[in-house]
């Protein structure tokens, strides 16, 4: 490989103004998506401030501290607007829509405040409660009803299941689950960053990706150049500087477009004091069951992981483009058979029979591994819940892919070209 | 005539046609299939006997008189709960030994055991007296407040919605059928999108690539040849448009919902229009409304394809456009087109324009095309 001509292909996609405007176009909506659903970013630093004052982790002591200072702020509360109350909810309940201008700005600002602290007061104290009554093995067969799998395949599910239970109550006696962070029934902010953001991100990125790929790979041949380019000396092997610009254009893309996103995200959305807490808080139960982790994550690893599940698909899916290319090498045709591609391989277990691992194995795929983000490394979600589903999905396939593109390499190298 | 065919068979070629049934299953098996397994879905299915049980014997409408015989039904069937119920111990045990004190019962501070009782009701025994019990009260609430105005946006929708009750075009038939209607076509409506793009946007790139333009150019018929390009271009699209709404509306028949077609769109629940089609009649306008969808997407993907350098150009910058007009375009122009929460220019003007616009862009193009160096 000669990294002059890795620059030059590069440059063929990165120069191209389309590349370059859609690359514009999707960071400009994704930011657009961003600012749009921030209306509640101010209530978010709520769960900043209690990290500040009381620690990351709950415990009885700081939660007791919390209940103290929450009684005084409620005898505030109380001299403000004279009569005796149990709670922010009993008052906010009686109040009339008449009674709104009995009080300041500044007074429906404390009282606000103090709505959300005992909101996150009220979950802290319903946790332990909460997490006792799980119960793992009827989660096993929930999930093996509503799926309808059977035979096997659900003897599968139930091993793991009970591997899972074990993990469940590690992080229970570690009290991974009692650390704050933003109250995920009230905001959703994971389904917010990993589902919609990520989503979004992945199908930007995936887009360009193929398009960049196909182009760098086909440009000779869509130029009619070809019959001068591979006579030079540097000739066929001209190919494999190709695979590496593919690769690094596909690199560079996923990065200007997660740097600019995520950079976004973080500024519109405070996450200071966040970024250690773990990932399977109590406080990020957002649906019937919490988000549990295989190990003990913070916010912050997490956010590396998926992070790092991104970059591999989008280079795996940069390198089985340029092997599609080099075999059909009709660009259009390789486009779409890659997008064909990538949503077949979403429904291709759907298809298999519920009895078999075949279930399993065939979801063990790069489109699965990307649109489950949010539910990476988790052992709550559903059918792809296994410990190894990340790192096997991405072993597999940096095996096949590489064959794939060795392959394709040795066939060009006796292509006729003409 | 030769030539128009000949460049016709330049776009639908084998490999195009195996493209096209790839696509379509993917979208088919992602998007639509579910609206024909699975209709009517869950406890859907009472709420389509009983429409179905209601144009049998009031016809396309009801009046005053037919709700009268409607409740009647009501009435007898609660007598069959009755029925049911009285012989259960747990039921008459928790003081529940009719349907009124079944339904007026508080379920939320219940016993376990009473909860459970009522839980084998609706699950393990299926009783289907009590789902059906349940979808007529539904719908005897809907035609009790039939004209009960809810909030609307503007005037515009208050008038048309105090015309409709004025003509007594209330809604209060079970909307099952129609609502899977729009699902199913709206889904659809993507699928031939894509097919349309897919199977145009390559067709005048490919020959401007091979240098084939200097000797197309310069033969007899000359440049008038890219005027029966487009000519080529819009049969194909008619024919994939065509033949993909024939396939899936023959899937589509699978849903038997054919005793529905004669009830007007305002007759079902939920459904006020702008205009008062019936349901066959509205199959009808969705169909010529992606037409117009496929016909404006043709034609734009074969302007782009006059213009673009490469492939990769073709393909990036129809991307905007498709996904625009997926988020932006499909709910209010396929699958709410005619209801009242949209307004009513909204639907014939955005047609209007993309029409237009896309007409305006090719015949640019052609005056562009008659001038053109075409050896740069």
């Known amino acids: ?418 | 005539m030769r030539i128009l065919w000949n460049e016709l068979k330049k776009i639908l070629t084998w490999k195009m046609m195996f493209l096209l049934v790839l696509v379509n299953s993917v979208v088919f098996f992602l998007r639509i299939e579910f609206y024909i397994e699975y209709f009517p879905n869950g406890s859907g299915i009472y709420s389509y006997d009983i429409g179905v049980e209601m144009i049998d014997k009031y016809g396309t409408q009801m009046d005053d008189e037919e709700f009268l015989d409607f409740k009647e039904v009501y009435d007898l069937q609660v007598k069959e709960a009755d029925q049911y119920l009285q012989p259960l111990k747990g039921f008459v045990d928790a003081g529940i030994d009719s349907y009124e004190k079944f339904n007026t019962y508080d379920w939320g501070s219940s016993s376990e055991e009473v909860y459970q009782l009522r839980n084998n009701v609706y699950h393990e025994d299926k009783v289907d007296t009590f789902w059906e019990l349940q979808e007529r009260e539904r719908l005897i609430e809907f035609y009790e407040m039939k004209e009960v105005l809810p909030g609307f946006d503007n005037a515009k929708q208050e008038k048309r919605y105090k015309e409709l009750i004025a003509a007594e075009k209330y809604g209060v038939y079970p909307s099952v059928a129609i609502e899977n209607f729009r699902e199913f076509i709206t889904n659809v409506a993507i699928a031939i999108l894509f097919s349309v793009v897919l199977v145009i946007s390559p067709m005048i790139l490919r020959d401007r690539s091979r240098q084939l333009l200097a000797l197309q150019y310069t033969s007899k018929k000359g440049r008038n040849l890219y005027k029966t390009k487009i000519l080529a271009g819009l049969v194909a699209t008619f024919i994939v448009i065509t033949s993909l709404l024939t396939v899936y509306f023959s899937i589509y028949s699978l849903n038997k919902t054919s005793m529905y077609f004669d009830i007007g769109m305002n007759t079902f629940i939920g459904n006020e229009s702008w205009y008062d089609p019936t349901f066959y009649q509205y199959i009808w306008l969705t169909v010529a409304a992606i037409y117009v969808v496929g016909f404006v997407f043709g034609l734009l993907a074969m302007s782009f394809s006059s213009i673009v350098p490469n492939t990769m150009a073709l393909i990036g910058i129809q991307i905007p456009f498709i996904i625009g007009m997926l988020i932006f375009g499909m709910r209010p122009l396929i699958k709410y087109f005619i209801l009242i929460w949209n307004p009513q220019w909204l639907a014939p003007t955005a047609y209007n324009t993309m029409v237009v616009v896309s007409v305006l862009f090719i015949n640019y193009l052609w005056k562009r095309e008659k001038k053109r160096d075409i050896v740069s």
């Open chain 1, 1 to 418: 490989m000669d990294i002059r001509i890795v620059w030059h292909e590069c440059k063929k996609a990165l120069l191209s103004p389309i590349l370059v405007g859609l690359l514009l176009l999707f960071t400009a909506f994704n930011i657009f998506l961003i600012v749009n659903n921030s209306y509640f970013k101010d209530e978010l630093k709520v769960a900043n401030r209690l990290v500040e004052n009381y620690g990351r982790e709950i415990t009885d002591l700081s939660l007791n501290q919390f209940e103290k200072d929450l009684q005084v702020d409620l005898v505030k509360l109380e001299k403000i607007i004279g009569q005796e109350l149990s709670s922010v909810h009993e008052f906010l309940d009686g109040l009339n829509y008449e009674d709104h201008e009995l009080y300041s700005e500044s007074d429906w600002q404390f009282i606000e405040q103090l709505r959300l602290k005992e909101m996150y007061l009220g979950m802290a104290n319903e946790i332990d409660g909460k997490y006792t009554r799980i119960d793992l093995k009827k989660v096993a067969e929930e999930t093996i009803t509503q799926t309808k799998v059977s035979g096997n395949a659900a003897k599968t599910l139930r091993n793991e299941y009970e591997e899972f239970s074990k993990r469940f109550e590690e992080m229970k006696q570690n009290e991974e689950h009692k650390e704050w962070f933003f109250a995920g029934n009230a905001y959703f902010m994971h389904k917010f960053l990993f589902k919609t953001v990520f989503l979004h991100i992945i199908i930007e990125a995936l887009m360009l990706i193929i398009l960049s790929t196909v182009l760098i790979t086909n440009y000779e041949f869509e130029n009619r150049t070809h019959l001068v380019t591979y006579g030079t000396p540097r000739g066929r092997r001209l190919m494999k500087d190709k695979l590496g610009a593919s690769v690094l254009t596909a690199a560079l893309l996923t990065t200007f477009i997660l740097v600019i996103t995520l950079s976004i995200y973080f500024t519109v959305f405070d996450y200071t004091n966040l970024w250690g807490s773990s990932i399977s808080s109590a406080f990020n139960w957002e649906y019937n069951f919490p988000h549990v982790a295989w190990w003990d994550l913070s916010i912050g690893f997490f956010l590396a992981g998926v992070v790092v599940i991104v970059y591999i698909t989008m280079l795996l899916f940069s390198g089985l483009t340029f092997a599609l290319t080099t075999l059909v090498k009709n660009s259009y045709v390789t486009s779409i058979l890659m997008a064909i591609f990538f949503v077949l391989a979403l429904l291709i277990p759907g298809f298999m029979p519920t009895s078999s691992n075949l279930l399993f194995i065939t979801g063990y795929n790069l489109s699965i591994l990307v649109m489950n983000i949010p539910a990476s490394f988790m052992g709550s979600s559903g059918l792809f819940m296994f410990k190894n589903f990340e790192w096997m999905t991405a072993v597999c396939w940096t095996i096949i892919t590489i064959v794939l593109c060795v392959f394709s390499l040795k066939w060009f190298n006796k292509m006729d070209i003409h």
